[in-house]
């Protein structure tokens, strides 16, 4: 995170698969200190109009779940 406050980078997505993924609050609120707007959950190809069926299947099932990203922070 530090490397993309550097870089001027605003948006970064930290994958959730499931485990951990490549969460971590202690980075996400250093990227949300430094105006990066961080995106915590789930897998990008979820939200893609090329999602292949199994991202599809897995949005359909998170968003059951409650586990899709509802809110960007």
Known sequence: MRECADLGIRRVWMHRGPGAGSVSQPAA???RQHGI??????CPCMFG???DPGHKAMRFMFTL?????????
């Not at 707007?37 to 789930?42: A, K, M, N, S």
């Not at 779940?65 to 922070?73: F, M, S």
């Open 49 to 51: 109009p090329t999602a």
């Open 65 to 73: 779940t409650g586990n899709v990203p509802r809110r960007v922070k």
């Open 37 to 42: 707007t961080v995106i915590e959950d789930g």
């Open 29 to 31: 609120e250093y990227g």
